[in-house]
């Protein structure tokens, strides 16, 4: 439950959000954030929450959430993110979820397929915002905030490991969806010295779904059209991808999601969710702002108006870079299992 503190005036206004209720105090008191050496993250965790500020409580009240989602047997978990944060260190928290096997399926960007698979070949490597980008570009090399990725680190390496991969794949079958593929693809990195740092091995491995709904938007997508030129009848089968989502949100009795970070992979969970009446459980961590009117800016009270988002449920929008927010929160998950 939250509260907002109004004056009475305010209170019919108020009264249109679903999940505020309205008073005037709570008798839960601030408390001062005390550190003690050796604390560990359970212990913040739970100090940021009674410090009652802000983006600090938010970030505890999440890491509940996420706790009742994977204790809760009835609910099939899903975990959404872009790609952008499998180009940082954060990949390992992501391939420790799957590896552990706390979420039923993944709904991501094409782009983390390509830096997952990028990365079990070549490094990627610290950069700066600051970068002279002309000079990066005249180098060869692709700046990602303040990542560099070198073209043989990313294009290159790809193109190279994946087309004998494609070849071999579509000798027994030519028509994919994109959780098949994957699959695949992960089988086929049982044999890489880094295979283990995966996620796409992790989620073959535990046979956990991944779905990919903008497939052509990346490296992974384009090194699929460029074998498609001399193999017309190697296809991906998007519609196969959507039928697998139904059947599972239609049979949930519960549903729950993490979901980091916008667009489509933002979406398309939280759409086919709407067609069981709403996620039970939702966390969003975001840096998007909410006044342009964007999905990736929309926060989890948007949502409950498009029953994406069931009334009832347990949610929370966190404001902050899932870099930071992210091992924070699940280290803290972690200790409590």
């Known amino acids: 439950m939250r509260f907002i503190l109004v004056p009475p005036v305010l209170d019919m ?5 679903t999940r505020e209720k309205v008073i005037y105090m709570t008798k839960k008191p601030v408390k001062d954030i005390r550190l003690k050496k050796g604390m560990n993250t359970n212990d913040l965790i739970k100090e940021l929450y009674d410090s009652g500020g802000f983006t600090a409580k938010k970030l505890a009240t999440g890491v509940d959430i996420i706790e009742k989602l994977i204790k809760d047997k009835n609910c099939f978990k899903f975990l959404s993110f872009p790609a952008c944060i499998i180009s940082t260190g954060t990949r390992g928290i992501i391939k420790d979820l799957l590896e552990k096997e706390l979420f039923n399926a993944v709904i ?3 782009g983390t ?3 997952d698979l990028a ?3 070549e490094n990627y490597y610290h950069g700066s915002f600051m970068a002279d980008d002309k000079d990066l570009h005249k180098q060869g090399v692709n700046r990602l905030g303040n990542i560099f990725i070198p073209n043989e680190c990313y294009g290159k390496i790809l193109e190279e490991k994946m087309q004998p991969i494609l070849a071999n794949l579509s000798k027994d079958k030519k028509r994919w969806s994109t959780k098949d593929l994957i699959w ?3 089988k086929h990195l049982e044999s890489e010295k880094n295979c283990k740092e995966s996620i796409i091995y992790w989620a073959w491995k535990n046979q956990i779904p991944i779905y990919v709904p903008g497939i052509t938007d990346g490296a992974f997508g384009s090194q699929i059209w460029m074998y498609y030129q001399t193999h017309r009848d190697f296809t991906i ?3 196969k991808d959507e039928q697998n989502l139904s059947e599972i949100v239609f049979k949930a009795k519960k549903t729950g999601a993490l979901i980091i970070g916008g667009g489509i992979s933002k979406h398309h969970t939280i759409w086919w969710n709407q067609f069981k009446g709403g996620l039970n459980y939702v966390v ?3 840096t998007a702002v909410e006044y342009d009117g964007s999905l990736s800016g929309a926060q989890t009270r948007e949502a409950v108006s498009w029953g994406k988002i069931k009334e009832e449920a347990d949610y929370v929008t966190i404001d902050g870079d899932a870099t930071v927010m992210l091992p924070i929160m699940i280290s803290s998950l972690f200790e409590r299992f």
């Open 13 to 17: 206004v108020l009264l249109l959000y």
């Open 119 to 121: 990365r079990i070949w």
């Open 237 to 239: 089968d998007l519609l």
């Open 284 to 286: 969003y961590i975001t």
């Open 113 to 115: 397929l390509d830096h």
């Open 184 to 186: 695949e693809f992960g």
């Open 108 to 110: 991501t960007t094409c």
